[in-house]
Protein backbone atom coordinates (compact mmCIF):
# COMPACT_ATOMS: atom_id res chain seq x y z
CA UNK A 1 0.00 0.00 0.00
CA UNK A 2 1.96 2.74 -1.06
CA UNK A 3 -0.53 5.86 0.47
CA UNK A 4 -3.57 5.51 2.85
CA UNK A 5 -5.97 7.12 -0.08
CA UNK A 6 -4.75 6.04 -3.32
CA UNK A 7 -5.05 7.81 -6.30
CA UNK A 8 -6.43 6.35 -9.41
CA UNK A 9 -6.64 7.44 -12.80
CA UNK A 10 -9.47 6.34 -15.31
CA UNK A 11 -8.16 6.30 -19.66
CA UNK A 12 -12.00 5.85 -20.64
CA UNK A 13 -14.75 7.59 -22.61
CA UNK A 14 -17.50 9.63 -21.14
CA UNK A 15 -21.26 8.32 -20.57
CA UNK A 16 -23.29 11.91 -20.78
CA UNK A 17 -26.05 9.28 -18.95
CA UNK A 18 -23.64 8.71 -16.29
CA UNK A 19 -23.87 5.14 -15.87
CA UNK A 20 -20.71 4.08 -17.43
CA UNK A 21 -17.46 5.09 -18.32
CA UNK A 22 -15.35 8.07 -17.01
CA UNK A 23 -18.66 8.60 -15.05
CA UNK A 24 -19.38 5.35 -13.40
CA UNK A 25 -15.29 5.55 -12.59
CA UNK A 26 -15.07 8.07 -10.86
CA UNK A 27 -18.52 6.81 -8.54
CA UNK A 28 -16.33 3.43 -7.91
CA UNK A 29 -13.21 4.99 -7.05
CA UNK A 30 -15.25 7.43 -4.54
CA UNK A 31 -17.49 5.27 -2.62
CA UNK A 32 -14.12 2.70 -2.78
CA UNK A 33 -12.02 5.38 -0.90
CA UNK A 34 -9.78 6.05 -3.55
CA UNK A 35 -8.73 9.49 -4.98
CA UNK A 36 -10.15 9.93 -9.23
CA UNK A 37 -8.21 11.64 -12.08
CA UNK A 38 -9.76 11.30 -15.49
CA UNK A 39 -8.60 11.16 -19.29
CA UNK A 40 -11.14 11.62 -21.94
CA UNK A 41 -11.00 9.40 -25.05
CA UNK A 42 -14.20 10.19 -26.26
CA UNK A 43 -17.34 11.61 -25.95
CA UNK A 44 -20.06 9.69 -26.26
CA UNK A 45 -24.27 11.19 -26.87
CA UNK A 46 -25.73 8.16 -24.18
CA UNK A 47 -28.87 7.80 -21.66
CA UNK A 48 -30.05 4.76 -20.96
CA UNK A 49 -31.35 3.37 -24.28
CA UNK A 50 -28.21 3.63 -25.99
CA UNK A 51 -25.45 5.37 -27.38
CA UNK A 52 -26.34 7.85 -30.35
CA UNK A 53 -23.39 9.29 -31.69
CA UNK A 54 -19.74 8.95 -30.52
CA UNK A 55 -17.41 12.15 -30.75
CA UNK A 56 -13.16 10.93 -30.42
CA UNK A 57 -10.78 13.93 -29.34
CA UNK A 58 -7.34 13.47 -31.43
CA UNK A 59 -4.82 10.74 -29.95
CA UNK A 60 -2.33 14.25 -28.88
CA UNK A 61 -4.68 15.49 -26.42
CA UNK A 62 -5.13 12.19 -25.12
CA UNK A 63 -1.38 12.40 -24.50
CA UNK A 64 -1.43 15.63 -23.35
CA UNK A 65 -4.20 14.67 -20.82
CA UNK A 66 -1.95 11.61 -19.27
CA UNK A 67 1.11 13.71 -19.53
CA UNK A 68 -0.71 16.50 -17.29
CA UNK A 69 -1.77 13.87 -14.55
CA UNK A 70 1.41 11.64 -14.27
CA UNK A 71 3.45 15.05 -14.56
CA UNK A 72 1.99 16.48 -11.36
CA UNK A 73 -0.20 13.41 -9.16
CA UNK A 74 1.45 10.48 -8.00
CA UNK A 75 -0.87 7.52 -9.59
CA UNK A 76 -1.41 4.28 -7.69
CA UNK A 77 -3.52 2.26 -10.32
CA UNK A 78 -4.67 2.91 -13.61
CA UNK A 79 -8.10 1.94 -15.33
CA UNK A 80 -8.64 1.53 -19.10
CA UNK A 81 -11.65 1.76 -20.58
CA UNK A 82 -12.97 2.88 -23.71
CA UNK A 83 -10.14 3.36 -26.61
CA UNK A 84 -12.29 3.96 -29.66
CA UNK A 85 -9.83 3.62 -32.35
CA UNK A 86 -5.31 2.19 -32.62
CA UNK A 87 -3.96 5.85 -32.18
CA UNK A 88 -5.44 6.13 -29.29
CA UNK A 89 -4.65 2.35 -27.85
CA UNK A 90 -0.49 3.41 -29.24
CA UNK A 91 -0.63 6.60 -27.22
CA UNK A 92 -1.68 4.87 -24.31
CA UNK A 93 0.14 2.13 -24.45
CA UNK A 94 3.50 4.73 -24.94
CA UNK A 95 2.59 6.29 -22.06
CA UNK A 96 2.01 3.34 -19.96
CA UNK A 97 5.55 2.33 -21.07
CA UNK A 98 6.97 5.78 -20.58
CA UNK A 99 5.26 6.04 -16.79
CA UNK A 100 5.65 2.41 -15.80
CA UNK A 101 2.56 2.78 -13.11
CA UNK A 102 2.06 0.09 -10.47
CA UNK A 103 -1.11 -1.45 -11.48
CA UNK A 104 -3.00 -1.40 -14.76
CA UNK A 105 -6.52 -2.89 -14.83
CA UNK A 106 -7.46 -2.85 -18.73
CA UNK A 107 -11.18 -3.39 -19.50
CA UNK A 108 -11.22 -4.38 -23.15
CA UNK A 109 -14.43 -2.55 -23.83
CA UNK A 110 -15.47 -2.93 -27.54
CA UNK A 111 -19.04 -2.74 -27.64
CA UNK A 112 -21.77 -1.00 -25.64
CA UNK A 113 -24.63 -2.79 -23.93
CA UNK A 114 -27.28 -0.95 -27.34
CA UNK A 115 -24.66 -3.11 -29.29
CA UNK A 116 -22.94 -0.10 -30.63
CA UNK A 117 -19.10 -0.27 -31.72
CA UNK A 118 -17.17 1.43 -29.30
CA UNK A 119 -13.75 0.60 -30.71
CA UNK A 120 -12.74 0.45 -34.48
CA UNK A 121 -12.52 -3.31 -36.10
CA UNK A 122 -8.74 -2.08 -36.93
CA UNK A 123 -7.87 -1.35 -33.30
CA UNK A 124 -8.64 -5.04 -31.76
CA UNK A 125 -5.26 -6.48 -32.71
CA UNK A 126 -3.37 -3.25 -31.53
CA UNK A 127 -4.99 -3.41 -28.23
CA UNK A 128 -4.28 -7.24 -27.83
CA UNK A 129 -0.94 -6.67 -28.61
CA UNK A 130 0.51 -3.24 -27.19
CA UNK A 131 -1.72 -3.29 -24.21
CA UNK A 132 -2.30 -6.92 -22.61
CA UNK A 133 1.51 -7.15 -22.21
CA UNK A 134 1.49 -3.83 -19.83
CA UNK A 135 -1.45 -5.17 -18.16
CA UNK A 136 -2.04 -6.15 -14.43
CA UNK A 137 -4.95 -7.93 -15.19
CA UNK A 138 -7.28 -7.55 -18.25
CA UNK A 139 -11.07 -8.11 -17.60
CA UNK A 140 -12.84 -8.99 -20.81
CA UNK A 141 -16.24 -10.45 -21.16
CA UNK A 142 -16.98 -13.49 -23.44
CA UNK A 143 -17.26 -11.69 -26.58
CA UNK A 144 -15.06 -9.39 -25.62
CA UNK A 145 -12.52 -12.26 -25.28
CA UNK A 146 -13.60 -13.95 -28.10
CA UNK A 147 -12.86 -11.17 -30.18
CA UNK A 148 -9.55 -10.44 -29.26
CA UNK A 149 -8.60 -14.14 -30.26
CA UNK A 150 -10.53 -14.81 -33.18
CA UNK A 151 -12.51 -17.47 -32.04
CA UNK A 152 -16.29 -17.94 -30.78
CA UNK A 153 -17.55 -16.97 -27.24
CA UNK A 154 -16.86 -19.84 -24.67
CA UNK A 155 -20.14 -21.44 -23.69
CA UNK A 156 -19.06 -23.27 -20.44
CA UNK A 157 -16.36 -22.60 -18.08
CA UNK A 158 -13.64 -25.11 -19.08
CA UNK A 159 -13.47 -23.09 -22.43
CA UNK A 160 -13.39 -20.01 -20.06
CA UNK A 161 -10.15 -20.94 -18.77
CA UNK A 162 -8.59 -22.15 -22.20
CA UNK A 163 -9.37 -18.35 -23.48
CA UNK A 164 -8.15 -17.06 -20.54
CA UNK A 165 -5.07 -18.94 -20.84
CA UNK A 166 -4.58 -17.93 -24.11
CA UNK A 167 -5.32 -14.24 -23.51
CA UNK A 168 -2.61 -14.12 -20.44
CA UNK A 169 0.29 -16.06 -23.53
CA UNK A 170 0.31 -12.25 -24.94
CA UNK A 171 1.70 -10.95 -22.12
CA UNK A 172 -0.46 -9.75 -18.95
CA UNK A 173 -0.12 -10.39 -15.49
CA UNK A 174 -3.09 -12.13 -15.10
CA UNK A 175 -6.67 -12.41 -16.84
CA UNK A 176 -9.89 -11.96 -14.93
CA UNK A 177 -12.22 -14.07 -17.78
CA UNK A 178 -15.77 -12.79 -16.49
CA UNK A 179 -18.82 -15.42 -16.94
CA UNK A 180 -21.78 -12.97 -17.24
CA UNK A 181 -22.75 -14.12 -20.51
CA UNK A 182 -23.05 -17.87 -19.75
CA UNK A 183 -26.15 -19.65 -19.61
CA UNK A 184 -25.89 -21.09 -15.78
CA UNK A 185 -27.98 -20.38 -12.91
CA UNK A 186 -25.02 -18.22 -11.54
CA UNK A 187 -22.53 -15.79 -12.73
CA UNK A 188 -18.57 -17.09 -12.16
CA UNK A 189 -15.28 -15.61 -13.01
CA UNK A 190 -12.21 -17.28 -13.69
CA UNK A 191 -9.30 -15.12 -12.74
CA UNK A 192 -6.03 -17.24 -14.57
CA UNK A 193 -2.77 -15.68 -13.46
CA UNK A 194 1.23 -17.60 -12.70
CA UNK A 195 -0.41 -19.02 -9.90
CA UNK A 196 -2.56 -20.97 -11.83
CA UNK A 197 -7.34 -20.29 -12.03
CA UNK A 198 -9.40 -19.29 -9.09
CA UNK A 199 -13.02 -19.28 -9.25
CA UNK A 200 -14.76 -16.36 -8.10
CA UNK A 201 -18.55 -17.70 -7.75
CA UNK A 202 -21.28 -15.47 -7.52
CA UNK A 203 -25.47 -15.48 -8.11
CA UNK A 204 -26.91 -13.96 -10.95
CA UNK A 205 -28.36 -10.67 -9.99
CA UNK A 206 -32.48 -11.05 -11.82
CA UNK A 207 -32.58 -6.59 -12.30
CA UNK A 208 -32.57 -5.06 -14.93
CA UNK A 209 -30.89 -2.01 -14.05
CA UNK A 210 -26.96 -3.21 -15.32
CA UNK A 211 -25.41 -0.73 -17.78
CA UNK A 212 -22.33 0.00 -16.31
CA UNK A 213 -21.22 -3.49 -14.94
CA UNK A 214 -17.97 -4.05 -16.72
CA UNK A 215 -17.06 -0.56 -15.64
CA UNK A 216 -17.68 -0.87 -12.35
CA UNK A 217 -15.85 -4.12 -11.61
CA UNK A 218 -12.77 -2.80 -13.50
CA UNK A 219 -12.78 0.35 -12.08
CA UNK A 220 -13.61 -1.24 -8.56
CA UNK A 221 -10.24 -3.65 -8.96
CA UNK A 222 -8.40 -0.44 -9.87
CA UNK A 223 -9.32 1.73 -6.93
CA UNK A 224 -8.81 -1.94 -4.55
CA UNK A 225 -5.36 -3.33 -5.45
CA UNK A 226 -3.43 0.03 -3.58
CA UNK A 227 -5.31 -1.07 -0.92
CA UNK A 228 -5.37 -4.67 -0.36
CA UNK A 229 -2.49 -7.59 0.10
CA UNK A 230 -3.30 -9.27 -3.20
CA UNK A 231 -4.93 -9.29 -6.58
CA UNK A 232 -7.64 -12.14 -6.12
CA UNK A 233 -8.60 -10.06 -2.37
CA UNK A 234 -9.23 -6.82 -4.52
CA UNK A 235 -11.31 -8.48 -7.01
CA UNK A 236 -13.35 -10.46 -4.55
CA UNK A 237 -13.87 -7.36 -2.74
CA UNK A 238 -14.43 -5.55 -5.96
CA UNK A 239 -16.74 -8.45 -7.27
CA UNK A 240 -19.18 -8.18 -3.18
CA UNK A 241 -19.28 -4.16 -4.18
CA UNK A 242 -20.73 -5.07 -7.17
CA UNK A 243 -23.15 -7.09 -6.41
CA UNK A 244 -24.28 -5.02 -3.77
CA UNK A 245 -24.26 -1.81 -6.31
CA UNK A 246 -26.69 -4.41 -8.68
CA UNK A 247 -29.04 -5.30 -5.96
CA UNK A 248 -30.06 -1.57 -4.40
CA UNK A 249 -29.92 -0.57 -8.07
CA UNK A 250 -34.22 -0.75 -8.01
CA UNK A 251 -33.64 2.08 -5.76
CA UNK A 252 -33.12 4.34 -8.50
CA UNK A 253 -34.84 5.47 -11.31
CA UNK A 254 -32.81 6.70 -14.07
CA UNK A 255 -34.18 6.72 -17.86
CA UNK A 256 -36.26 3.90 -19.37
CA UNK A 257 -33.58 1.59 -20.94
CA UNK A 258 -31.02 -0.26 -19.19
CA UNK A 259 -30.98 2.00 -15.59
CA UNK A 260 -27.40 2.28 -14.15
CA UNK A 261 -25.77 0.51 -10.81
CA UNK A 262 -26.39 2.23 -7.64
CA UNK A 263 -22.53 2.90 -6.92
CA UNK A 264 -23.39 4.80 -3.65
CA UNK A 265 -25.90 2.40 -1.79
CA UNK A 266 -23.76 2.26 1.22
CA UNK A 267 -24.39 6.28 1.88
CA UNK A 268 -27.96 7.05 -0.26
Same mark, same amino acid.
Given at each position: ?74 ? #?? *?? =?????? /? ?6 ? @?? %? +? ?8 ? #?? *?? =?????? /? ?6 ? @?? %? +? ?140
Amino acid at each position: MSRSIPNVLTIAGSDSGGGAGIQADLKTFSALGAYGASVVTALTAQNTCGVTAVHTPDASFVAAQIDAVFGDIGI #DA *VK =IGMLSN /ARIVRVVA @AA %L +RRYEPRCVVL #DT *VM =ISKSHR /ALLEPDAV @AV %L +RDELLPLATVVTPNLPEAAALLGVVPAADEPEMLRQGEALRAFGAHAVLMKGGHLAAPDSPDWLIDASGSHRFGGPRIAVSNTHGTGCTLSSAIAALVPQRADLRSAIADAKAYLLDALRESGRLSVGSGIGPLHHFHRWW
